[in-house]
């Protein structure tokens, strides 16, 4: 069984990058078919999809955070990172990476990440 684990930093500095990585165990990322993605969650509100990579290394964004989004991945180290730059308050959230990019087979524990000075 394919299990997921977040890890980055709680807190992020207004206009700095926040950066998680996800590290995949029980199963390849480079496994077709599967999508691997980053969903986050501000306080009060849903779960909102940011972004995706998929067994290939082909990326998806969601259009309102394609400018500020990065996906990318370490296949040595059965890895996926998120990179969000220019971060402000409104950024702060639970952050959960899953497998899938509509419907989430896995999903991770997620990470609360908070922006703050």
């Known amino acids: 069984q394919v299990q997921l684990q977040e890890s980055g930093p709680g807190l992020v500095k207004p206009s700095q990058t926040l950066s998680l990585t996800c590290t995949v165990s029980?199963?390849?990322?480079?496994?077709?078919?599967?999508?691997w993605s980053w969903v986050r969650q501000p306080p009060g509100k849903g779960l909102e999809w940011m972004g995706a990579i998929d067994y290939s290394g082909s990326t998806y964004y969601s259009p309102s955070l394609k400018s500020r989004t990065s996906i990318s991945r370490d296949t040595s180290k059965n890895q996926f990172t998120l990179q969000l730059s220019s971060v402000t308050p409104e950024d702060t959230a639970v952050y959960y990476c899953a497998r899938g990019i509509t419907g989430f087979g896995s999903w991770g524990q997620g990470t609360q990440v908070t922006v703050s000075s």
């Open positions: 029980g199963g390849s990322i480079t496994t077709n078919p599967y999508y």
